[in-house]
């Protein structure tokens, strides 16, 4: 079995700082990150989805991690074909374009600026990079962005851009792990070694993608989103405000651990920022890992309400 790296996808959300998850007088951005590495293996950066970070910043990250550390960093917004503000763009940039649209997509962005934005943007990941730090990037699609030709060859775009450091793709719209397109994506994926983000979510929403587990390359990756009642709100801390409970995260332990089988390396990032909920319960899951005992492989998915779910699993699938 490969090994599993478990974490959260932030260390510096305004409610975890007002938590009280950080210990009295850890009050720096240093110091922040600092107790975090010491806490867990690996972060992801999600601020980078808003704006491109610099170098000296991503520089200062390094510096502050101990050897080994991961971050695993969030594409930006304009890369993954959202809506992308126009203040986040590079001054010089936002200046060319001349732009007073509330939000630009990246149709709305010439090609050469979108290679300036591609170039710039990893270009100050090098810190990371060079120093052994940097798992994967980040790709999550948006709802708009169905299966179809097109779209499966702009990720292979993005695979290449991106090489030699790893990218991970999250899906938000449902015709990718549709039950008729499933082992079609799976497939696609795993052709081309780009690494499949497992979720769990919500269900029952034009953006929920059920919870199959499935090693698509050499690393696998999941992303625990919670179960909040409130998904659809604009308000990011009622989406993602989500405390699981500890039974629930053990009947994943299993999945996880049989996952982690078909892959060099597991990330597990707990993505229910609110608070100091995502970092109670990526401790909680850490724990639970090693104690349990792998149980013999099957063709299941997860069933989120407990228990399991039979089902056929495609070749060389995880459920």
């Known amino acids: ?42 972060v992801e950066v999600d601020s980078s989805y808003y704006a491109p970070p610099g170098e000296s910043t991503v520089a200062l ?22 809506p992308t503000r126009p203040a986040a763009l590079y001054k010089d940039l936002r200046e060319r374009l001349g732009e007073s649209k509330k939000n630009l997509y990246l149709r709305d962005v010439p090609a050469d600026v979108a290679e300036q934005v591609w170039d710039r943007f990893l ?19 948006p709802q708009w962005f169905p299966i179809a030709r ?32 499933q082992a079609e994506t799976l497939d696609f994926l795993r052709s081309h070694e780009v690494p499949y983000v497992s979720v769990d979510m919500p269900q029952g929403y034009p953006t929920s993608i059920p919870p ?39 009947r994943w332990v299993p999945d996880l651990r049989r996952l982690a089988e078909d892959a060099d390396t597991t990330h597990v990032l707990m993505n229910n920022c609110y608070r100091d909920h995502a970092q109670l319960n990526a401790a909680q899951l850490a724990r639970l890992l090693p104690m349990h005992r792998i149980l013999p492989r099957g063709g299941t998915s997860h069933d989120p309400a407990g228990g399991r779910a039979t089902g056929q699993a495609s070749s060389g699938e995880r459920w």
């Open 123 to 141: 270009a100050a990941l090098a810190p990371l990079r060079e120093a052994g730090k940097l798992g994967a990037l980040l790709f999550q699609f």
């Open 61 to 82: 990250w390094r510096d502050r991690t101990p050897a080994g550390f991961t971050f695993n960093v969030k594409a930006f917004s304009l890369l993954t074909q959202h």
């Open 212 to 250: 199959v587990l499935a090693a698509t390359a050499d690393l696998a990756v999941v992303r625990f989103h919670g179960h909040s009642a409130k998904w659809t709100s604009k308000d990011v801390h009622e989406r993602f405000g989500y405390l699981y409970g500890e039974e629930e995260l053990r």
């Open 150 to 181: 097109r779209n499966k060859q702009y990720i292979l775009e993005c695979r290449e851009r991106c090489a030699p450091v790893p990218i991970c793709v999250e899906f938000r719209n449902h015709t990718w792990m549709s039950k008729e397109n």
């Open 1 to 42: 079995m490969g090994s599993i790296l478990v974490g959260t996808s932030s260390w510096t959300d305004g409610t975890l700082l007002q938590s009280g998850w950080y210990p009295h007088g850890v009050t720096s951005p240093e110091e922040r990150l600092r107790y975090y590495a010491s806490q867990f293996p690996l």
